[in-house]
């Protein structure tokens, strides 16, 4: 069967390397959702601080930022929702701190479109900040890594691939923030076993004929925090029909 979309894109690749029927469902029958607090944390600290690199005003960003999750949240107010919606302002100003000096990008999520050898369809991307010959990814967290995770480093490698430049990862908690550049020696392994793993999610197409018997293929761990309660609805008509 044919993908449903146009393009791939790097969430689909994880998605289907973490939990292949979560992204069966997702995907190939189309079922989204609003998104989880830890989302919107990270989408509201962004509004954030594009809003203070293109205007200068930090307490502007701030207000963009906390007015930007309560839209996604649609004023949900349970638990989970508020601690991350308290989060929001210490994020946000260890963000600002680790980008100071590094003055307005040339490009806010700026749109790829990536062709790999053998895929049919290309690698859709959004780069969060591109100056003249480096980039950055901004990624909210509550613990700090010591490292970049191998997934987000085959995302760097992905961008660097479109664009020639060499990508950092920005990492944000409410308490500190930390930058890891991705070298080239890093870049390359990564990326090619992302190129894998969208070559097998190809492969799994060709010889499947339905969506229905995809979700048949797979099994998967109900606790991961993929499956959203909409999903897990879906599946279970999938399961029924």
């Given at each position: ?110 749109r790829h479109e990536i062709k790999l050898p053998g895929l049919d369809l290309p690698i859709l991307a959004f780069t969060d900040y591109e100056y003249e010959s480096v980039g950055l990814d901004l990624k909210t967290t509550l613990r700090m890594p010591s ?95």
């Open positions: 069967m044919k993908h449903p979309s146009e393009h791939w894109s790097h969430a689909q690749a994880v998605l289907y390397q973490q939990q292949p029927l979560a992204w069966v469902v997702k995907y190939l029958f189309n079922v989204r959702d609003d998104g989880s607090p830890a989302t919107w944390r990270g989408r509201s600290v962004e509004k954030g601080v594009d809003t203070y690199l293109f205007s200068g005003d930090a307490q502007n960003g701030l207000a963009a930022a906390q007015q930007e999750y309560d839209n996604l949240s649609g004023g949900l107010a349970d638990d989970k929702a508020l601690a991350e919606r308290s989060n929001v302002p210490d994020i946000y100003k260890q963000a600002i701190v680790a980008l100071q000096g590094r003055g307005t990008p040339l490009f806010r999520q700026r490292s970049p995770s191998a997934n987000h480093v085959a995302q760097m490698a992905l961008y660097s691939y479109a664009t020639d430049k060499e990508f950092s990862l920005v990492y944000v908690t409410p308490k500190k923030h930390a930058t890891y550049t991705v070298t080239e020696q890093m870049a390359v392994p990564a990326l090619q076993r992302l190129h894998r793993t969208f070559l097998s999610m190809q492969n799994m197409l060709q010889m499947i004929e339905t969506p229905e018997q995809a979700a048949h293929l797979f099994g998967a761990d109900f606790e991961h925090y993929a499956w959203s309660p909409e999903m897990m609805l879906k599946l279970d008509e999938i399961y029924k029909s």
